[in-house]
């Protein structure tokens, strides 16, 4: 992990740490804590082909439920959790684990080591885990000096009760739901709609301070500001411009940093886009620092290369500059033009607003765009009829390898395994760009707007959210 | 053609005739009724196009006035008027206040004309509206009023009626462009009356397209076109729009209005006329055009009855003028006719017809005439046959008084000799005798000899028929006059005569009397001969005719005059010293009796051709 990275961590955490400082007094218990997000889920399930605000906000919601063997603090320093401790061999290729006594289940059942084998056996690579006496021992095969992160941040490393012949944390056969050691339990379900969690009293860390967590889904962020302000709603997710406004009507916002990147993708096999002098142009002529300014409302990054500076920190060795003439000379050597298709979630704003900004952009290049949502499950499709995307990826890592791993799942980054060094990265990366398959536009940070109840919020700047510490204000103590 | 034809025909042209000028004239007076009645209906949509386009306009400059007149518009003008205006932070303010107060199109602008906020097309902010801060752009926002503007859109184009006004923060100011798109919809709002459509046309700018396709119009044949998106009904695209371009050409290249009749398929009832009126923006730039159309089917299908009953009532009028005609023709040709019927049979020698008449109009006074002049016929051929026989017998008498006075001066002159001689010489009386007596004997031989042919003549026998070979008769002939016709040349009183025969040898047998026929033959031959005393050619030729044969004797002599061959086959009629007449009257007898005919061709100096013509059945 680069030391380099850290200090922009610590520095990017200090407005959430300012947050914290304010709610000094005493956290209390009750209350329900009101969430709003814009993703409707249908699955807990992150394997599933999902976008990426679903995914992030399956992630969110699996971190209240179950738990890793390690957590990353605001710092990302592992910290223990189901393991109370940990030592490796000198090459970090063997690790030792002891487990925390005393866990149960969101049922009562108690935590057993097998369960936990179960749960990690078969997703941490190729690395073998097994029980030793009362430990868990994990052998990578090679030295993995990044495991814990990879055991605090990987989704399908949690520790979770095995569901038979249904996905995980869905509803089986019998209709029940899903089980883990987390601080809440999932005890309401509406797919799509609303989710309900309960504090479990019997959570190894403490019970948590509110007593259930209201999540309600597919909310449009002006809807969630204006709840927001009516007090309707105690955190929501927010869009950059509805944030701005909320920030300038002094409400409280928080600011992750830059965890996704907003991109052109290149449909790899259609014709209209095969011309190289094709991409070069359109890639020219978008103006970046407009995109920033207006769309994202100055929250995020002009963005010329796929990880943002704080996790490379080589980023600004990426162009960002627009080059109208230039794109102008390639459209006149090109001749006659298709219209190029540009397609985008169809819940995405950010990226429709993108998107057609990216095409006016382009009608100075004299290119023509032809601005169109995607269907819905477009991520599931082999051919999406676009010659070009504007897609979020998220790059959030904590860590520029981890980051490196999401980049090559989520827009193709060709990896010879997980690299340990930023100059690994920083080729594969370069050479990728070269092929103008992504043409990084901005990096954009989570934004979530906090109500004036919400005492304690506690989240890390890559965008995981601790609500098991949040307090709200008004309550017992 | 007959009088009753023409009669009918003059009938029918002049019904034909009365019904076609009244059906024109009728279509004529129709056709300009409806045409005024046409211009009234446009002129009153286009009025209602102009009261509604004046209410939406006054409409759309209301609404951009009162977002003018807000206070948060004020004091976004004020939060702009820094010396770093942010303008992120509005970027979404347009399209809140275009919902709010109902415009379809509107655009926050900044003093240097820099798009703030767009509701139309939020991604051109930053992009410049320099029109709206151009030297020639009005100075005064609120005279000028809404106007036309072609507004560029991310897809495309749209007319809009526009309005402008500035919201002034300081020196700072900020343009305020809203309005309304002039689509379909607005067409949708006017009240078309029947048979009448109103089409709206926008100009192309950087772009416009063509689609095809798309489903018919109402009262557009169900028949594919080429729609083009500029050009839309109440609907949506209009689908036959090609139809309508050279009209749109016509007044983009000269813009004033314009009419023109648009025939959508080979139904003439399917056209319509359409008048297109220019839109005009700012700078006086067409933008785009107003199609009313209005149908002329009514007209079509009025004229189109019109025509109907014109054809109908023409077609009566027919029938009536050939029955009339009919009726009209019986009671005027019929006369007419039974004049002509006695008239062939006048002419074919029945000189007793009359011709019945009851009337006492023209055609009776005519039918008197002609029964007068048959009568009169009658009477002057009696009298003529009365003359011819008077004639006749003073022919005959002269005839034979001088055939018969030739032969009794010798005999008066021998018998004086014979008295002379007993008285002056009785020595010498018994031979004055018996000389006078050989005289005597000789002349009456010639006598009776003249008496005889008059005889034959007047007891000519009827033709004994049986097959016969003309050549055959024509050679029997020739062998009669051997001695006249090999005469040597040069001997002295005996004219050279040469023969050329040319007969016909494949000549079929015909029904004849052979000896009749030969004796008419050799008639011919002897007149010939007779023709040519200095000599010359004597030519006969057969061949076959018609329905039978024909036979030709030519000579080479002197010819005939046009009176002589008039008159030459009338007995006792002849051109020679001391020939009969009656030669060619028995050669015509003859031919007649065999049903046959007989033509003489004759020229002076050039010689005769005499021809007869008989049938193989006679």
């Known amino acids: 992990m680069r030391h380099f990275a850290y200090r922009f961590l610590v520095a990017s955490s200090a407005a959430c740490l300012a947050l914290a400082a304010g709610a000094a007094t005493r956290p209390r218990y009750g209350g329900a804590l009101r969430v709003e997000i814009q993703a409707k889920l249908s699955t807990f399930d992150p394997a599933e082909p999902l976008d990426v605000a679903e995914a992030e906000a399956v992630l969110k919601l699996r971190e209240l439920i179950d738990d890793h063997l390690v957590r990353l603090d605001p710092q990302g320093q592992p910290q223990p959790a189901l393991a109370i401790s940990w030592e490796h061999d000198a090459q970090a290729a063997k690790w030792r684990f002891k487990l925390r006594p005393g866990v149960k289940w969101q049922d009562g059942a108690p935590l057993t080591p097998e369960e936990v084998v179960t749960a990690l056996e078969g997703h941490v690579g190729g690395a073998s885990v097994r029980l030793a006496g009362e430990a868990l021992e994990i052998d990578a095969g090679g030295p993995a000096p990044g495991l814990l992160a990879t055991l605090a941040t990987d989704a399908s490393l949690s520790v979770r009760r095995p569901a038979v012949g249904t996905p995980p944390l869905q509803r089986d056969s019998a209709g029940a739901l899903p089980i883990g050691t987390g601080p809440f339990r999932l005890t309401t379900w509406e797919p799509g709609r609303r989710a309900v969690l309960q504090a479990n009293e019997d959570y190894w860390d403490g019970r948590p301070y509110v007593d259930t967590i209201e999540i309600q889904m597919g909310r449009a962020s002006r809807d969630e500001l204006l709840d927001l302000e009516l007090g309707k709603a105690d955190v929501v997710e927010l869009d950059p411009v509805e944030a701005r406004r909320a920030q300038q009507e002094g409400k409280k916002i928080w600011t992750s940093a830059p965890v996704e990147l907003l991109c052109l993708r290149f449909g790899p096999n259609r014709p209209a886009v095969q011309d190289r002098r094709v991409r070069l142009a359109l890639a020219g002529s978008v103006d970046r620092a407009a995109i920033q300014k207006v769309l994202v409302q100055n929250y995020g990054d002009v963005a010329g290369s796929i990880f943002p500076q704080w996790l490379s920190g080589y980023a600004f060795l990426f162009p960002t500059v627009m080059n109208l003439d230039r794109a102008r000379q390639l459209r006149g050597e090109i001749g006659a033009a298709p219209t190029l298709k540009v397609g985008y979630g169809p819940s995405d704003m950010l990226a429709r607003q993108t998107a057609e900004r990216v095409a006016v952009n382009a009608r100075d290049a004299g290119i023509t765009l032809q601005v169109a949502p995607l269907p819905e499950g477009w991520r599931r499709m082999p051919d999406l009829r676009a010659d070009l995307l504007v897609q979020r990826a998220r790059i959030d890592g904590p860590t520029l390898s981890k980051a490196a791993l999401e980049a090559a799942a989520s827009l193709g980054l060709p990896l010879n395994g997980e690299p340990d060094r930023a100059e690994q990265t920083y080729a594969a990366e370069r050479e990728f760009l070269d092929t103008l398959a992504v043409v990084p536009l901005i990096h954009i940070p989570e934004l979530v707007g906090i109500g004036p109840r919400v005492m304690d919020w506690s989240a890390t700047p890559w965008g995981a959210w601790h609500l098991e510490r949040v307090s709200l204000e008004g309550e017992k103590p | ?618």
């Open chain 2, 1 to 618: 053609m007959s009088f009753r034809a023409k009669l009918l025909a003059v009938f029918t042209l002049t019904v034909v005739l009365s019904v076609g000028l009244v059906a024109w004239a009728v279509s004529f007076l129709m056709r300009d009724a409806f045409e005024r009645l046409n211009s009234e209906r446009t002129a009153a949509l286009v009025a209602q196009f102009q009261r509604e386009f004046a209410r939406r306009a006054e409409e759309v400059t209301r609404r951009v006035e009162g977002i003018a007149k807000a206070d948060e518009t004020l004091h976004m003008a004020v939060s702009l008027s820094g010396t770093a205006p942010d303008y992120s932070s509005h970027v979404d303010d347009a399209a809140g206040l275009a919902a709010a107060h109902q415009l379809d199109f509107l655009e926050l602008i900044s003093g240097d004309g820099t798009i703030i906020s767009s509701a139309q097309w939020p991604a051109r902010f930053g992009y410049k509206q320099e029109w709206v801060t151009a030297p020639a752009a009005p100075t005064d926002w609120v005279a000028q009023g809404a106007f036309l503007k072609r507004e560029d859109l991310a897809d495309g184009e749209a007319l809009a009626l526009m309005a402008v006004r500035v919201v002034r923060a300081g020196d700072t100011r900020l343009y305020i462009v809203g309005g309304r798109r002039l689509d379909r919809e607005f067409l949708a709002s006017l009240v078309l009356p029947t048979e009448m459509r109103a089409l709206l046309y926008q100009e192309a700018g950087q772009e416009g397209g063509e689609s095809s396709g798309g489903p018919p119009s109402a009262g557009l044949p169900n028949v594919k076109g080429v729609a083009d998106s500029r050009l839309v009904d109440a609907t949506g695209p209009f689908p036959w729009s090609d139809k309508l371009m050279p009209l749109i050409t016509r007044v983009e290249r000269e813009p004033a209005e314009s009419s023109a009749q648009i025939t959508w398929t080979a139904d003439p009832a399917s056209a319509e006329i359409f008048h297109v009126i220019p839109l005009t923006g700012l700078n006086k730039e067409v933008l785009g055009m107003f199609l009313v159309g209005s149908s002329i089917r009514e007209l079509v299908e009025l004229e189109k009855h019109i025509r109907v009953v014109a054809i109908v009532v023409a077609g009566g009028g027919i029938l009536l003028g050939v029955a009339l005609s009919g009726w009209t023709a019986a009671r005027v040709t019929k006369p007419v006719e039974q004049l002509a019927a006695a008239s062939r049979q006048v002419a074919a020698g029945n000189w007793n017809v009359r011709v019945e008449t009851r009337s006492k109009d023209e055609l009776g006074e005519l039918a008197r005439a002609f029964n007068q002049m048959t009568q009169q016929l009658v009477e002057q051929r009696d009298r003529l046959v009365q003359t011819e026989r008077v004639a006749a017998w003073r022919e005959l008498a002269r005839r034979l008084a001088h055939e018969l006075k030739n032969p009794l001066f010798p005999l008066q002159i021998t018998v004086e000799n014979l008295l002379r001689a007993r008285e002056v010489d009785p020595g010498e009386f018994d031979e004055v005798f018996r000389e006078s007596s050989r005289t005597l004997l000789a002349e009456l031989a010639n006598m009776k000899t003249i008496i005889g042919r008059f005889s034959d003549f007047a007891k000519m026998p009827a033709p004994q028929l049986q097959t016969v070979n003309v050549n055959e008769v024509v050679r029997g002939a020739l062998k009669i006059f051997a001695a006249q016709l090999n005469v040597p040349v040069n001997v002295p009183g005996k004219p050279p005569i040469t023969t050329q025969i040319n007969l016909d040898e494949t000549l079929g047998a015909i029904q004849a009397d052979p000896d009749l026929l030969h004796r008419a033959v050799q008639n011919l031959i002897l007149n010939a001969l007779d023709a040519m005393p200095a000599g010359g050619t004597l030519t006969l030729r057969t061949q076959a005719a018609t329905s039978g044969v024909r036979l030709e004797v030519s000579d080479t002599g002197k010819g005939l005059t046009k009176e002589e061959c008039e008159r030459l086959f009338t007995p006792y009629y002849t051109t020679k010293l001391h020939g009969t007449g009656l030669g060619l009257a028995i050669v015509q007898s003859v031919v007649s009796d065999h049903g046959g005919k007989i033509s003489v061709e004759s020229e002076p100096e050039r010689g005769t051709t005499f021809t007869i013509e008989l049938g193989i059945k006679n």
